[in-house]
Nanobody, 127 residues
Framework: ELQLVESGGGLVQAGGSLRLSCVAS????????IGWYRQAPGKEREGVSC????????YYAESVKGRFTISSDNAERTVYLQMNNLKPEDAAVYYC????????????????????WGKGTLVTVSS
């Protein structure tokens, strides 16, 4: 059974940092793409970042580029999202997701095709 579990959320002051983790089980982790998404109250869900299995298959939303870094550890079956210089507008529930339809799913298709989701981890940023 494919399962994704997020952790690492919490409360941080503006300018601070958090590292989110997405631990995967039930599929061949290193073959597949995992994306990070967030949803703030009253806002639509947005794709934040994504990483696939091939070099260059990586994505950052413009709003987080230069501040967030996505990485993966195949041995630990985990994708991380290092979030630096956090801003109040980064506050949201953060989710990770994947698809088993294609290996190395193109991260440019972050907003399509993801059908396995974690339950989310809450990030709160105080000003």
């Amino acid at each position: 059974e494919l399962q994704l579990v997020e952790s690492g959320g919490g409360l941080v002051q503006a300018g601070g940092s958090l590292r989110l983790s997405c631990v995967a089980s039930g599929f061949t982790f290193h073959d597949y793409t995992i994306g990070w998404y967030r949803q703030a109250p009253g806002k639509e869900r947005e794709g934040v970042s994504c990483i696939g299995s091939s070099p260059g298959n990586i994505y950052y939303a413009e709003s987080v580029k230069g501040r967030f870094t996505i990485s993966s550890d195949n041995a630990e079956r985990t994708v991380y999202l290092q979030m630096n210089n956090l801003k109040p507008e980064d506050a949201a529930v953060y989710y990770c997701a994947t698809t088993k339809l294609y290996s190395d799913y193109d991260c440019r298709n972050l907003d399509y095709g993801m059908d396995y989701w974690g339950k989310g981890t809450l990030v709160t940023v105080s000003s």
